[in-house]
């Protein structure tokens, strides 16, 4: 059903699925409008909102306290079942002799801790550095940013980053 008024843009339709009657011009070009404003509007807060949690997050105070508690568990794992040597290597801790169902993959970097059973290369080493940074810039989001970066090496943003020949991974 239509009633048509002065203009065009008066023009409204009942809608067949509410029932109500709707104006197709003139409130669905005030409505664009709003929309548009609130996206600009919602776009400056976000980006505003988005760098607030950066600051404290990444390369912060906080993501420093994160690194030294995942040190913390990283040793903890590490002397309870390392019973190979445990010794500081290219400013790493490195916890050898591990049983193999204790990390992932050649080995498992936590912290400051590199976990492993005998991958010691000065490359795999080299690589783990670089996960040490980024436990440093990220804390404990790291471990989350990590698995929604996925398991997959070849395309893991982080462990491209620590270099995949470095790591073994090629």
């Known amino acids: 059903m239509s009633i048509t008024g002065r203009k065009s843009e008066l023009t409204s339709t009942r809608s067949p699925m509410s029932g109500r009657s709707e104006s197709n011009g003139f409130r669905a070009r005030s409505q664009r409008t709003a929309r548009a404003s609130l ?12 760098a607030l949690p950066r600051q404290f997050l990444v390369d912060s105070a906080l993501s420093y306290l994160g690194y030294r508690y995942a040190t913390a568990v990283g040793f903890a794992w590490g002397f ?5 040597r445990v010794e500081r290597r290219h400013g790493l801790w490195v916890f050898s ?9 050649g080995g498992s970097f936590v912290g400051g801790c590199y ?7 000065d490359d795999v080493l080299e690589h783990e550095a670089v996960h040490q940074r980024q436990w440093r810039r990220y804390g404990m989001l790291f471990p989350v940013l990590y698995f929604v970066a996925g398991r997959d090496p070849l395309r893991n943003r982080f462990e491209i980053e620590a270099g995949l020949e470095k790591g073994g991974y090629r």
């Not at 996206?39 to 988005?50: E, H, K, V, W, Y």
């Not at 309870?80 to 190979?84: A, D, H, I, Q």
């Not at 976990?115 to 290369?121: A, G, I």
Request: hydrophobic residues 40%.
């Open 115 to 121: 976990l492993t059973n005998d991958t010691l290369s």
């Open 97 to 105: 002799g591990m049983p193999r169902r204790t990390f992932g993959r």
């Open 80 to 84: 309870f079942w390392s019973v190979g």
């Open 39 to 50: 996206t600009q509007g919602a776009r400056a807060s976000l980006s505003a909102f988005a």
